[in-house]
C-alpha cells in the first residue's frame, strides 16, 4: 500500500525533460510504496492519477495493438517515452555542450553539473583512440563556423554527419559565396 509520506511523481510535462523528470520520480515511488510486484492494471492506475491532465488525453490518444495493452504499465511507459524522447543527434548534443557558458553569478558546482547533465547525451563513451581526433576536430568545426546558416546544415546531418562530409558540406557553401 502507498505511504501517505512519500510524496507522489508528477504532472507529466510533456517534454523531452518532463519524461526524464517524470520517469525517475514514478521509479522512485513505485520501489518507495511497494508497488513494484502490484499487478500492471494497479500500477496503470497510480501512473494516471499521477501523471495529470495532459499526458491522460495524451494517454486516451494512444492506439492499441490489442485492447489489454492499454492496461499493461511497461507497454504505456514505452509508448510516452516514444513520444515525447527524440532521438538523440549527437552533433546537436556535442554543439549544446561545446557552446554552453557559465554565467555571471552562477557557482561553478552548478555549472559543472549542467556540463555532466548535457554531457550525458552526448556519446562521448562511444570515442575510441581511432576516431577522438576526428570527433573532436568536427565539433570544433561545427561551433565555429560563422555561418549560421551552413552550421544548421550540418546540424540538420544529425549522427550521420561525418568530418568529410562537414568538409564538402562547407567547401560548397564557400564555392557558393
Not at 500500500?1 to 518532463?18: D, K, V, W
Not at 554565467?103 to 552548478?110: C, D, F, I, L, T
Not at 562511444?126 to 561551433?143: R, Y
Request: aromatic content about 10%.
Amino acid at each position: 500500500m502507498a505511504h501517505a509520506s512519500l510524496p507522489p511523481p508528477g504532472p507529466l510535462l510533456l517534454t523531452a525533460e518532463g519524461w526524464k523528470k517524470f520517469q525517475f520520480e514514478w521509479e522512485n515511488y513505485l520501489e518507495g510504496a511497494e508497488l513494484t510486484k502490484k499487478p500492471s492494471r494497479v500500477k496503470t492506475a497510480y501512473f494516471l492519477s499521477f501523471c495529470g491532465t495532459a499526458a491522460q488525453e495524451r494517454y486516451k490518444s494512444f492506439t492499441w495493438v490489442q485492447e489489454d495493452d492499454k492496461h499493461d504499465i511497461d507497454k504505456i511507459l514505452k509508448k510516452f517515452k516514444e513520444e515525447l524522447m527524440p532521438t538523440e543527434n549527437r552533433c546537436i548534443e556535442r554543439f549544446v555542450f561545446n557552446t554552453w557558458q557559465q554565467q555571471p553569478g552562477e557557482p561553478v558546482a552548478e555549472f559543472v553539473a549542467d556540463l555532466l547533465r548535457l554531457a550525458s547525451t552526448c556519446q562521448f563513451e562511444k570515442l575510441t583512440p581511432e576516431n577522438v581526433n576526428e570527433e573532436l576536430i568536427l565539433g570544433k568545426l561545427v561551433c565555429g563556423l560563422p555561418d549560421s546558416a551552413v552550421r544548421h546544415r550540418l546540424l540538420e546531418e544529425g549522427n550521420n554527419l561525418t568530418l568529410d562530409k562537414a568538409i564538402t558540406i562547407v567547401q560548397c557553401a564557400e564555392q557558393v559565396a
